[in-house]
């Protein structure tokens, strides 16, 4: 079966360009996570969904990130005005609820110039 | 507020040799221990996982023992194989934030024939 997809797989912008991310997770996954993996450093967590809304956006580093999740499926991070900071592998995971196991997708490397 | 530490790597073992990545947590209340292994080239997957003090987690010959008293959860395996080659991330849970995962910084391990 298909699992957590994310597009695009490598992203290079030049500082100062927004980027978007985007997450397809497993069918039927009503909660979705994005975390960030910056080099050498674990993951840390950004914002998660339940369904469409998003009760805990605590992670999101800046006003500068944003997130949002449409018909219970797709989400996009949404990054403005990207600084060199920003680098990172950017995970998302899905789950069929909160207190299920998350699947992760393979992540999209994102380069800041 | 949440965290894991875990030994840094590269770890760099022979095969059939004993492996063990420490992994010590701090959590305010009774959190879920997990480890996360992501092998070259693919997602981050769930390794195993504990949810209360004393349980042991265990998959693929690799075992970890949540100890309350000492707040770790190392992972543990007998004899590696080449195949184990990969980085481990101990993580934990804690209810808030849907369930949010906090992660260590990773250990690489290189299993060599």
């Known amino acids: 079966g298909a699992g957590v997809s994310q597009s695009p797989s490598n992203k290079v912008t030049e500082k100062g360009k927004d980027v978007e991310l985007r997450c397809d997770p497993i069918s039927g996954h009503t909660a979705l996570y994005w975390y960030r993996q910056r080099l050498g450093q674990g993951l840390e967590f950004l914002i998660y969904?339940?369904?469409?809304?998003?009760?805990?956006k605590s992670g999101l580093p800046s006003d500068r990130f944003s997130a949002e999740r449409t018909g219970e499926s797709v989400s996009t991070l949404t990054i403005q005005r990207t600084q060199q900071e920003d680098s990172a592998v950017y995970l998302c995971?899905?789950?069929?609820?909160?207190?299920?196991?998350?699947?992760f997708g393979p992540g999209t490397r994102l380069t800041v110039t | 507020g949440n965290s894991v530490t875990q030994m840094e790597g590269p770890v760099t073992l022979s095969e059939e040799a004993f492996l063990t990545i420490n992994c010590t947590y701090t959590a305010t209340g009774y959190p879920s221990l997990f480890w996360y292994v992501q092998y070259p080239g693919e997602g981050l997957q769930l390794l195993l996982k504990a949810t209360k003090a004393d349980d042991k987690g265990s998959n693929k010959g690799f075992e970890a023992t949540y100890r309350k008293e000492t707040t770790s959860f190392h992972l543990e395996k007998g004899s590696v194989q080449v195949s184990d080659s990969a980085v481990y991330f101990c993580?934990?849970?804690?209810?808030?934030?849907?369930?949010?995962?906090?992660f260590g910084g990773g250990t690489r391990v290189l299993v060599k024939p």
């Open positions: 993580a934990l849970s804690e209810g808030a934030a849907g369930n949010k995962l906090t």
């Open positions: 995971a899905s789950s069929f609820g909160v207190r299920y196991e998350q699947y």
């Open positions: 969904f339940q369904g469409n809304s998003a009760p805990d």
